[in-house]
Nanobody, 123 residues
């Protein structure tokens, strides 16, 4: 079992930045792939970025490449999502997710989810 708690959402103007945090705890977190997804009103949950806790390959959705960056703090078992050059279309509830094993971009492959944090980008 893995427990995830997100924080850091809020309201920001277009062009601004926010950093989301996801504190992870539980069994063998270091064996997990960690991901961020987002869900806008009336839309399906979509993949944003994923990485292995142990490092290596990182996958980004095309819509956020060059603007968002995922990182981790091993000592705090926390994953971060730095979001820069935010656009109104980035407005969504952002979810941290974890799965044991490799990186996947499909929502259904992740077993553990945080409660979500709202990000609103005004124009």
């Amino acid at each position: 079992q893995v427990q995830l708690v997100e924080s850091g959402g809020g309201l920001v103007q277009a062009g601004g930045s926010l950093r989301l945090s996801c504190a992870a705890s539980g069994r063998s977190v270091s064996s997990c792939a960690m991901a961020w997804f987002r869900q806008a009103p009336g839309k399906e949950r979509e993949f944003v970025v994923a990485m292995r806790w142990s490092g290596g390959r990182t996958d980004y959705a095309d819509s956020v490449k060059g603007r968002f960056n995922i990182s981790r703090d091993n000592a705090k078992t926390t994953v971060y999502l730095q979001m820069n050059s935010l656009k109104p279309e980035d407005t969504a509830v952002y979810y941290c997710a974890a799965r044991y094993g490799s990186i996947w971009s499909a929502v259904e492959t992740y077993s553990y989810w945080g409660q979500g944090t709202q990000v609103t980008v005004s124009s």
